[in-house]
T-cell receptor
Framework: GNSVTQMEGPVTLSEEAFLTINCTYT??????LFWYVQYPGEGLQLLLK?????DKGSNKGFEATYRKETTSFHLEKGSVQVSDSAVYFC?????????????FGKGTKLSVIP | DTEVTQTPKHLVMGMTNKKSLKCEQH?????MYWYKQKAKKPPELMFV???????INESVPSRFSPECPNSSLLNLHLHALQPEDSALYLC??????????????FGPGTRLTVL
């Protein structure tokens, strides 16, 4: 079946530190990959996405590259801020049967301290 | 505009009450979703509507009853809930092309507490 594995954390970083949250996937076919962010007490917001191999998604200083050879979609940011404290979910979606279903990882809680 | 709105923001109900959650989007999306999210867990899919027709029901108990009155609105009717149904209920919408590239846009959620 399809699955997403991401580092569960929690991850605690100092402001301006470099962030990496690892995400790997297993899928039959060619999925699209997403990072969603959930701030405390809120719903999920799309952070970035990539729809084919070697695509790089980017938004608000965050980046992730779709690596088919390593089945990975790691999230990176060069300099985190306190306002980046949130839970980050990696997810995949496949066309065809079940195309409306997002498969989520378990989420990684990030805390950034001043 | 990629906004999905949900009301109410918070809801407290007893096990014998009947209540409804509402979701609205004006992006022209024809797929709408209900998810349930427990604390420190990812969202779990409950229902999918495509072109106002129920296309996916993930074996959800009948005390949850979805309704899609038109292409912009999605309701979730609640009756005889249990305390373990307390959770954040999220609504989402997307284009209904059946493509993996379709992005789901989420609302802010309704925080439900069942006493």
């Amino acid at each position: 079946g399809n699955s997403v594995t991401q580092m569960e954390g929690p991850v605690t970083l100092s402001e301006e530190a470099f962030l990496t949250i690892n995400c790997t996937y297993t899928a039959t076919g060619y999925p699209s990959l997403f990072w969603y962010v959930q701030y405390p007490g809120e719903g999920l917001q799309l952070l970035l996405k990539a729809t084919k191999a070697d695509d790089k998604g980017s938004n608000k200083g965050f980046e992730a590259t779709y690596r088919k050879e390593t089945t990975s979609f790691h999230l990176e940011k060069g300099s985190v801020q306190v306002s980046d404290s949130a839970v980050y979910f990696c997810a995949l979606s496949l066309s065809g049967a079940g195309s409306y279903q997002l498969t989520f990882g378990k989420g990684t809680k990030l805390s950034v301290i001043p | 505009d990629t906004e999905v709105t949900q009301t109410p923001k918070h809801l407290v109900m007893g096990m014998t009450n009947k209540k409804s959650l509402k979701c609205e989007q004006h992006m022209g999306h024809r797929a709408m979703y209900w998810y349930k999210q427990k604390a420190k867990k990812p969202p779990e899919l409950m229902f999918v509507y495509s072109y106002e027709k129920l296309s996916i029901n993930e074996s959800v108990p009948s005390r949850f009853s979805p309704e899609c009155p038109n292409s912009s609105l999605l309701n979730l009717h609640l009756h005889a809930l249990q305390p373990e149904d307390s959770a954040l209920y999220l609504c989402a919408s997307s284009q209904s092309r059946g493509l993996s590239t379709d992005t789901q846009y989420f609302g802010p959620g309704t925080r439900l507490t069942v006493l």
